[in-house]
């Protein structure tokens, strides 16, 4: 099987989970992103499967390598691993099902304890289109993403509304935390939302320089 040449030349790698309950529309976001596709059809994931897709920011060519987690309960065991290394997720319900609303806060902290670094997060509430069977209100999600300091957006993988705007977004932020190194929690004006930004390779390079501060003291004292 021949490469494709043009994936492999970019700039920046950044991998993005996406989590949540079966049936939210997590593979057909993706699909919609990375392809322009939507199927009325479309299987559940089964373990992990992943898609990628290249966009340029401030004339840098990043590669975004997206996680489709399955969200069945008897796949938690093998998906788990796979939060290691992300450098973002999106936290994904269905604004129809209240069940999938009310499982966002163990989602959310399933990915605290098994991703490597504070990884940006954002949630989107999918199927926007369904306006009329809505079961969440824009309140109350608002109101959740604001408690775990995450933007909030909602989408239709149908319609493709917001789609890649959620996507671009949360690749944007992951570019600009890694570019000013800048640890703390970064304002989202857009959104008027706070999100933790530290990037794998931000996280790594303060240990470095703990280390090296350490090592100094030692020498000096």
């Not at 049936?23 to 993706?30: A, E, F, T, W, Y």
């Not at 999938?100 to 304890?113: D, M, V």
């Not at 989408?155 to 703390?184: C, M, P, R, W």
């Amino acid at each position: 099987m021949q490469r494709n040449q043009e994936e492999d030349v970019y700039d920046f790698l950044f991998k993005i989970v996406l989590i949540g309950d079966s049936g939210v529309g997590k593979s057909c976001l993706i699909s919609r992103f990375t392809k322009d596709q939507f199927s009325m059809e479309q299987q559940p994931t089964i373990g992990v499967e992943f898609s990628t897709k290249t966009i340029k920011i401030s004339d840098k060519i990043i590669k975004a390598q997206i996680w489709d987690t399955a969200g069945q309960e008897r796949y938690r065991a093998i998906t788990s691993a796979y939060y290691r290394g992300a450098a973002g997720a999106l936290i994904v319900f269905d604004i129809t099902k209240q069940t999938s609303f009310e499982n966002l806060a163990k989602w959310y902290k399933e990915l605290q304890e098994h991703s490597d670094v504070q990884i940006v997060t954002m949630l989107i509430g999918n199927k926007c289109d369904l306006a009329d069977q809505r079961n969440i209100s824009k309140d109350a999600a608002s109101k959740f993403a604001q408690e775990y300091d995450m933007a909030y957006l909602e989408t239709s993988a149908l319609h493709s509304t917001n789609v890649e705007q959620a996507f671009h977004q949360i690749i944007k932020y992951i570019y600009d935390s890694t570019i000013s190194g800048n640890t703390q929690r970064k304002s989202i004006a857009k959104f008027g939302k706070n999100i933790q930004t530290l990037s794998l390779e931000n996280k790594l390079k303060n240990k470095d320089q703990k280390q090296e501060s350490e090592d100094n003291k030692k020498s000096c004292c």
